[in-house]
């Protein structure tokens, strides 16, 4: 410890994030509740309460025990010496000690304990000799003079453990007074003092000044984010007394497949294993409502990810269709959302007729890739499906039209159908025998024109 090694890879500001930064941005970001950001110096306060502890000082050392070692001498061979190893007690936050301190105010010429030595016999370019044995214990013991022992060490009682050494030859002279052990024990100590007063000055800065602030800052992101997506919930545009029709299920349409399949094989035993076409128009349309929402503040959607605005969106179709559901998995990996046939009133096998995909928008291509992704989820014959692609670029009308006829050029796509949604185009595939219906639903998410961070915006 106190070491070179610990100033060139081990800042205590390193440190402080990770155990105390860290968690207690995490524990504001986890809150979901804006009621219980009410009061914004409140929570703060409770959470420094938490993670405050005291910066770490040194108590009075005490004997601990001896060893013996060897120590080189300058005429060869080495001697046996006495190591008497002490132990400083250490109130607050003994692990701070491990690092090194880099706050703005610290001396950046801070001397280390082993400045100056060097482990000389391993180099291939010096020759072996007593001297550079001697050289090579004396760096060995500063880099193992300093130890911290924390709780959960079972070799050592909790504290800062050093040590002093003398030549057993030369015990006599510590009984006549002439070495004085405490003296050398004191040099050592004062080496590292200015080390640990420093690490001691930046701790309680840090708790004091710099946690506060970072905390305050993350309750004021985290209020601003919970009130636009309570604004994004509530301007959904569903009225609190409006309730759509609950989605129905139809047999499957006689559809001439890549494979041949029988109308009879379009069906599953177990009762209807399609969505109704009125059922798909009014999720789309649903859906639709839903997107005006998100137009109208895109800004409170680009910083999602997409399984979270995936998570409004059902949501918002929760609210009118009872049978929309979220799955972490499926074959071909994850479903975003789905309808089950049995989840509905004249259904009863367990079969997806409804699966959507949700997508930020990247290009053409991927949009394909996407699709691909969406048509895997299949597992009936015919089956409705929704294709979310969000798109933050200049030129969203170009990107529909690239995004549409790239879908429409595909081996697979046989058809448009009459879609429910103007301008989110139904094109149908068959996909190795299955039939599916997909709406291309394009959103735009970019700023308007003249808005500050329109300028921002990835161009096609």
């Known amino acids: ?11 205590l500001s390193g440190y402080l994030a990770q155990h105390y930064t860290s968690p207690g941005l995490d524990r504001i970001e986890s809150i979901r509740d804006l009621a219980e950001l009410a009061e914004p110096e409140a929570v703060v306060e409770s959470l420094l309460a938490e993670f405050r502890i005291a910066p770490p000082t040194l108590g ?4 601990t025990v001896q060893r013996f070692v060897h120590r080189p001498v300058e005429t060869g061979g080495s001697a046996r010496t006495v190591r008497q190893f002490v132990r400083y007690p250490v109130d607050g936050d003994i692990h701070a000690l491990e690092w090194w301190p880099d706050g703005k105010d610290t001396d950046a010429e801070l001397p280390a304990v082993d400045d100056g030595l060097s482990f000389r016999a391993l180099s291939s ?3 072996r000799s007593p001297a550079t044995d001697l050289a090579d214990h004396e760096a060995q013991a500063a880099s193992d003079r300093w130890i911290v022992a924390g709780d959960d060490d079972r070799q050592r009682d909790q504290g800062l453990h050093t040590f002093v050494e003398v030549l057993a030859s030369d015990m006599g002279r510590v009984r006549s007074g002439e070495i004085n052990l405490g003296d050398l024990l004191r040099v050592e100590l004062h080496r590292v003092e200015p080390i640990i007063a420093a690490i001691a000055e930046q701790h309680r800065r840090f ?19 919970l009130a636009g997506l309570s604004a994004v919930r509530l301007s959904t545009g569903f009225p609190a007394d409006w309730q759509a029709p609950e989605p129905r299920l139809t047999p499957a349409k006689p559809e001439t497949t890549s494979d041949g399949a029988s109308e009879d094989e379009l069906r599953l035993p177990g009762g209807p294993t399609r969505l109704d076409d009125a059922s798909f128009a009014q999720v789309l349309r649903n859906v639709r409502v839903w997107a005006d ?11 999602l990810v997409e399984d979270r605005i ?17 799955e972490v998995y499926c074959r071909g990996g994850k479903a975003d959302i ?30 394909s890739t996407a699709l691909d992704q969406l048509l895997n989820y299949l597992q009936v014959r ?8 969000l798109v933050d670029r200049v030129g969203f009308a170009r990107a529909h039209t690239l995004v549409t006829s790239k879908l429409r050029a595909r081996a697979d796509y046989i058809r448009d159908v009459a879609s429910p949604v103007e301008g989110w185009p139904l094109l149908r595939f068959d996909h190795h025998g299955h039939i599916a219906e997909v709406c291309v639903a394009t959103i735009n998410t970019s700023e308007p024109p003249g808005h500050p961070d329109s300028s921002k915006r990835k161009r096609l």
């Open 293 to 303: 929402a998100v137009e109208q503040h895109p800004e409170a959607y680009r910083q």
């Open 125 to 127: 370019r010096t020759p």
């Open 310 to 326: 995936s998570d409004l969106l059902v949501v918002s179709l929760n609210t009118a269709l009872p049978g929309a559901h979220r």
């Open 207 to 225: 708790f004091d000044e710099l946690l506060p602030e970072l905390l305050r800052e993350a309750v004021a992101r985290q209020c601003d984010l």
């Open 382 to 389: 015919h089956t409705s499906a929704l294709l979310i692609l």
């Open 1 to 11: 410890m106190f070491r070179g090694f610990q100033r060139s890879s081990s800042p």
């Open 60 to 63: 009075e050392g005490r004997n």
């Open 338 to 367: 789905f309808i089950r046939a049995n989840a509905l009133p004249n259904g009863t096998a367990p079969a997806k007729v409804f699966v959507g995909e949700n997508k930020k928008y990247s290009g053409p291509t991927e949009a």
